[in-house]
């Protein structure tokens, strides 16, 4: 039985772990014990460590229409898919930073984003990053299978919201107006062979504590189920993005600092041995705050737009109208491709892991080689 199948049963009626999750973000239980507990269950499972990662977006075309998205189909912003010859390009940037776990980032479009361009785009990273992880359209068993057969070994995909309406509601064209065949999306990536599965929700769409339970029933089920992968979770908050970049939080739906923290250290100490996300999306000081009392993931020196590191695709600026390309007829030379969102902390990598290092965390670039898993 899948997730979505025995999603509503899991809401109605939790797990006794599940419920205990849901105890520990009452505001009487004590935020500093639970960051106390959380600190040292993390030292435990992962030590005085930090994992750094960077986010390479290669494309922001998309089919979809996501009324939170800056990347959504009928925004009128700048348009570029990387060539694989630019994608390399910018990963070698990266690359000369000291980063060795890349992720990359695309919009759902399969005229842009074609058959065989993520394969392609796998292959000529591969000998430079031994972790190359996906966050891309969701796709069928086979197609996962064969990005693992190049090299891709994580692959991240947000719900974006776990609330039914809410998500129907947000996305109103596109395959992505599928709940269930989203909500799936992990399982059938465990079954095409990925070893490291991420999950979350993005908080600000919907009641942040309905995200957390779902999260919280997802997660269990995942670990019961796809028990040979390895989980990260991450809790991005909204940010202004293009269409938007006035967004201002909805009071009702907001996932205020303290609650996110007391979300991070109730997930670490229910799930000890889950990978925790915190990106560029958060401020810089509530990153530094947060470094070591669960966190195990962050981004560093992130950009969200095709091109965003080196300057490459700009030549190939353009607007893409019911799903055709449309020329600028006028260009300045500085026009750049639009981002997804603004990021907030927008320190460089070797400012993050300064950061680290005062507090006594060792930064991690590399975690991993394909090496491990060869005969």
């Known amino acids: 039985m899948p997730f979505s199948a025995d999603y509503p049963r899991l809401l109605s009626n939790p797990t006794p772990l599940v419920r205990r999750f849901m105890a520990l973000l009452d505001d009487e239980v004590p935020l500093e014990s639970l960051a106390q507990r959380s600190q040292q269950l993390t030292r435990q499972h992962f030590g005085k460590t930090m994992r750094l990662f960077a986010p390479l977006y290669v494309s922001n075309e998309c089919v979809n229409n996501c009324s939170y ?4 189909r009928d ?18 940037h990266l690359h000369a930073q000291g980063f060795r776990n890349l992720l990359l980032v695309a919009g759902e479009h399969p005229k842009f984003v074609s058959e065989g361009y993520l394969q392609k785009c796998l292959d000529a990273l591969i000998p430079l990053f031994p972790t190359l992880a996906l966050e891309v359209g969701p796709m069928e068993d086979d197609q996962y299978t064969e990005l693992v057969n190049h090299g891709a070994e994580g692959l991240i995909v947000y719900q974006e919201t776990y609330h039914r309406q809410t998500y129907h509601t947000l996305h109103t064209a596109g395959p992505k107006k599928n709940f ?30 309905h995200e957390a339970l779902s ?21 991005p908050r909204m940010r202004p993005y293009a269409g938007n970049y006035q967004y201002e939080p909805d009071p009702n739906r907001y996932l205020p600092d303290a609650a996110l923290l007391r979300l991070i250290t109730a997930f670490r100490i229910t799930f ?46 353009h607007l893409t109208v019911k799903g055709r390309r449309v020329e600028i007829s006028e ?24 950061m680290l290092r005062t507090h006594s965390i060792d930064p991690v670039w590399k975690d991993f080689d394909q090496a491990l898993v060869q005969a």
């Open 272 to 317: 000890p041995q889950v990978a925790i996300v915190l990106s560029t999306r958060e401020p810089a000081p509530l990153r530094d705050a947060m470094a070591p009392l669960g966190v195990t993931h962050m981004s560093a020196g992130a950009r969200t737009e095709p091109g965003g590191y080196t300057g490459a695709g700009s030549d190939d600026l």
């Open 180 to 209: 269930d065949w989203r909500l799936d999306c992990p399982e059938r990536a465990y079954a095409g062979g990925f070893r490291r599965i991420g999950i979350g929700a993005l908080f600000g769409l919907a009641d942040w504590k």
């Open 215 to 235: 999260l919280a029933a997802h997660l269990e089920y995942l670990y019961k189920h796809c028990w040979k992968a390895q989980f990260s979770v991450a809790f």
């Open 75 to 92: 925004a009128a912003i700048l348009r570029t898919t990387l060539t694989v010859d630019q994608v390399v390009t910018e990963a070698k």
């Open 331 to 354: 260009k300045s030379g500085k026009e750049k491709a639009t981002e997804q969102f603004q990021i907030h902390d927008t320190r460089s990598s070797s400012e993050i892991a300064d």
């Open 69 to 72: 998205c800056g990347f959504s």
